[in-house]
C-alpha cells in the first residue's frame, strides 16, 4: 500500500470517537475495553477530550467525573486528600499513596472547573509534599526528582490562567527553580542516563507551561532544552519506562510510567515560540510515525497494542498543536515503523513454492514433505492475511503489550 499524505488534524475526530466508543457504561477508561478500569486511564481521557473542545457539560465528562469521584479512597492525615494505588488482591489490600496519579486526577478536575470542591484536599496534599529544595519526591521525606516535580507543577499551573492569579505562585517559582538550578545540565538537558530525552521533554512542558502563564521563564531555558532534543532525534523518540518509586513496603506497590515519547515532542513543539523548531526533521518525523501507528479496526493510537493511554495522548497533542498543523508529504525512505512484514512472507511464500517445485521434479516430494509444505504455505497464507501492512516493529509491539495486558492492574500502562 502506498504511503499517503500525512495529516494529523483529521485524527481529532477519529481519536475522540474512538476514546468515547472505549468509555465503560459506569464512565471509566481503562487500558483496552473491557479491561480493568482505571482513574488513572480515565483522567487522562478526560484531560484530553476536554483539550480537544469536549464539553464540561457533555455526558461523557460528567459519566467520568462521577467514576472519579465514586473511586476515591478516604485516606488518614497526613495523605488526606491523596489519589493512592491499590496494591495486593488475594490476600487484603492497601493503599500506598501516588504523586503522580493524584497529580493526573487533579488537572482532570480542574480543567472541569472543580478546583475548588473535589480537588481542594487534593491540591493541598501536593503542596505539602514539596520537599525544601522546591522539587517532590515519589514518597514523603524522598529525595527530589525531576518527573514527580513536572506533573506537580503541571497541575498547579492549570489552577488559575495567569500567574499574577495564581494563589500557588511561590510553590510554583520554587518548584521551577528547583529544575533549573539541580536538575538542568550546561548543555541543556534535564537528568541523566536513560531517562535524560523524557526528563527534558517534561521539563520542557513545565517551563512552557509557566510561561504561558505569565512566569518569568528564561529563554534560553526552554530554547536550549529544544536544540538538544533536536540534535539527538533518534533519543528523542526512543522509547523509554520509568520506575514511580512509591511503595515504602518491598517496592510492591511501584510501577512503571511509560512515556509516549512522540505525543510529548508533538506537544513540546507546538509550544515553542521559535517557529523554525517546527520546520525540522523532527517534526516531520513524529507526524509521519504517529499517522503510521493508527489502528484501522477502531480508529485509535497503539503504543504497544490500542491503548486509551496512547490515543489520549495523540489526541491531547494534536488539540495542543492543531494551528501548527498542516499535512505533510509521506517520507521518501522507510516507513517511520520499519519495514513491513507482508513483502517478507510473500518473499518466503514464492521460496516455499519454488522448493515445491524442485523437490517434485527431482522426485524426493513424498508425503511427509508434501503435507509438511502444504502446511506452511497455508500458514503463510493466513500469516499474510492476518498481519497485512504492519511492521515488524508494530507487531512485536503489539505482542508485547498483549502479553503485558494480562497483568491487569499491574502492568506497566495501566498504573
Known amino acids: 500500500m ?16 474512538c476514546l468515547l466508543e472505549m468509555q465503560d457504561t459506569v464512565g471509566g477508561w ?19 477530550l476536554l483539550e480537544a473542545g469536549s464539553a464540561v457539560g457533555g455526558a461523557p465528562i460528567q459519566q467520568a ?7 476515591k479512597v478516604d485516606m488518614v492525615a497526613p495523605d488526606k486528600g491523596t489519589w493512592p494505588r491499590t496494591v495486593g488482591h488475594n490476600e487484603g489490600t492497601r493503599k500506598v499513596p501516588d504523586i503522580i496519579r493524584t497529580s493526573i486526577v487533579v488537572s482532570a478536575l480542574v480543567m472541569a472547573g472543580k478546583n475548588m470542591q473535589e480537588a481542594r484536599l487534593s491540591i493541598d496534599w501536593l503542596i505539602a509534599r514539596q520537599n525544601n529544595d522546591g522539587g517532590w519526591g515519589y514518597k514523603r521525606t524522598d529525595q527530589s ?42 548543555n541543556g538537558s534535564f537528568g ?56 515504602p513496603q518491598k517496592g510492591g506497590g511501584n510501577y512503571a510510567y511509560t512515556f509516549s515519547m512522540e505525543q510529548l515532542l508533538l506537544r513540546m513543539l507546538s509550544q515553542s515560540p521559535d517557529g523554525s523548531h517546527r520546520q525540522t526533521e523532527l517534526w516531520l518525523r ?27 495522548a495523540g489526541l491531547h497533542a494534536i488539540a495542543v498543536g492543531e494551528k501548527h498543523l498542516a499535512p505533510i508529504r509521506p517520507s521518501r525512505g522507510e516507513d517511520p515503523n520499519g519495514i513491513k512484514i507482508g513483502p517478507a512472507i510473500l518473499v518466503l511464500e514464492i521460496l516455499l513454492v519454488a522448493a515445491i517445485v524442485y523437490l517434485a521434479k527431482s522426485g524426493q516430494f513424498s508425503v511427509l514433505p508434501a503435507s509438511i509444505f502444504g502446511f506452511l504455505v497455508l500458514a503463510f497464507l493466513l500469516a499474510y492475511g492476518k498481519i497485512g501492512e504492519r511492521t515488524f516493529k508494530q507487531l512485536a509491539s503489539e505482542l508485547i503489550g498483549r502479553s503485558k495486558g494480562k497483568k491487569g492492574e499491574d502492568s506497566p500502562e495501566n498504573a
Open 2 to 17: 502506498a504511503q499517503q499524505t500525512v495529516d494529523l488534524k483529521t485524527l481529532q475526530n477519529s481519536l475522540r470517537d
Open 30 to 48: 481503562g487500558e483496552h475495553p473491557g479491561s480493568h478500569l482505571s482513574v488513572f486511564n480515565t483522567a487522562e481521557v478526560v484531560i484530553a
Open 65 to 71: 467525573l462521577t467514576f472519579i469521584m465514586n473511586e
Open 145 to 186: 526528582a525531576i518527573l514527580p516535580t513536572c506533573f506537580v507543577l503541571l497541575t498547579l499551573l492549570r489552577t488559575s490562567d495567569t500567574a499574577a492569579e495564581n494563589q500557588h505562585r511561590t510553590v510554583i517559582e520554587s518548584g521551577l527553580g528547583y529544575l533549573n538550578t539541580k536538575c538542568r545540565s550546561r
Open 192 to 247: 541523566t542516563g536513560s531517562l535524560i530525552a523524557a526528563h527534558t521533554i517534561y521539563s520542557c512542558l513545565a517551563f512552557q507551561s509557566a510561561r504561558i502563564c505569565g512566569f518569568n521563564v528564561p529563554a534560553s531555558t526552554e530554547g536550549e532544552a529544544i536544540e538538544w532534543l533536536l540534535d539527538k532525534p533518534d533519543l528523542a523518540v526512543a522509547p523509554v519506562e520509568e520506575e514511580i518509586a512509591i511503595d
Open 286 to 312: 513524529i507526524q509521519r510515525s504517529l499517522n503510521g501507528k493508527v489502528d484501522d479496526s477502531t480508529g485509535g493510537l497503539f503504543g504497544q497494542r490500542v491503548f486509551s493511554w496512547s490515543t489520549a
